[in-house]
């Protein structure tokens, strides 16, 4: 069961961390988990994570069909609270991104 701490931040989303995945690996944060992410391959710097407190039950969710790296960077977990179920969604695009992509 999750519960909220009032003074904790609970969820930390990062946008343009430039980590890759097997550095994101290596960071420890003291009470809290790699929730999700996403990492480019082919450019450098962008990429999004997702860290969750660790007493917080996640789920992450798989979208990274929806992502190109530059134009629409984005993961997502799911965090359950009681009965309420909330979607977190991080999303980056880098300035010379594609816009029309991004906004479809």
């Known amino acids: 069961m999750g519960h909220l701490h009032p003074i904790l931040p609970q969820i930390l989303c990062f946008t343009e961390h430039h980590a890759h995945w097997e550095e994101l690996q290596q960071i420890f944060m003291s009470d809290y988990k790699l929730a999700t992410y996403f990492c480019r391959t082919s450019y450098a710097k962008g990429r999004v994570c997702i860290y969750v407190h660790k007493s917080l039950k996640i789920e992450s969710e798989d979208i990274g069909k ?19 179920h909330i979607c977190i969604i991080t999303i980056y695009r880098s300035p010379s991104g594609n816009f029309t992509f991004f906004y479809k």
């Open 66 to 84: 929806y992502c190109k790296e530059k134009d629409l960077e984005a993961c997502a977990t799911k965090l359950t609270l009681n009965s309420t």
